[in-house]
């Protein structure tokens, strides 16, 4: 077991830095790696106030920390449809800073950087190429045995 890194191109624009330039993947990722798991941390820079304010009524929990809100979602079917289908901002990227998600808390899935650098945990090989796959844009990748010497 190891631990798949995918970094996409990215590209900026005046309200917004270092978003991917494709982020097709997207439902792609939700619909086949993310069933198992049971929340989602999803972490917002304070001057993000419309994704703050989209996030705080499905929040089961929120912290603040310095710059950066942090929201505690349930995986249910309804916020997994929100996410499905309202995580794409339309300036660019995803709308969210950071998202882990996690199964029995612990950590197993990491899109940061407005989804440009997503970070699978636990993946064997097989499930590595697999997961690679569905990335379509500019994208290096890196397979982490944690078993290899």
Known sequence: MGNVVVKIETMSTEGK??????VNFWTN????YTNEFQEVVIQCWNEEEH???????????????????????????ENRVFLRNH?????GG???FTMFFNVNGDERLEVS???SE??????????????????????TTHYYDENAD
């Not at 830095?17 to 494709?22: A, G, H, I, L």
């Not at 990722?29 to 086949?32: C, E, I, K």
């Not at 995580?87 to 300036?91: A, I, L």
């Open 29 to 32: 990722l939700l619909d086949n």
């Open 113 to 115: 950087h407005y989804g």
């Open 94 to 96: 995803l709308k969210w």
């Open 51 to 77: 994704a703050i304010n989209e996030l705080s009524s499905r929040a089961a929990s929120t912290t603040n920390e310095g710059l950066i809100k942090i929201f505690y979602i349930n995986l249910n079917e």
């Open 118 to 139: 997503i970070i699978l945990y636990k993946a064997d090989e097989e499930i590595a190429k697999q997961f690679i796959s569905i990335f379509s844009s500019s994208i």
């Open 87 to 91: 995580s794409v901002d339309p300036n």
């Open 17 to 22: 830095s270092s978003f991917p330039s494709d």
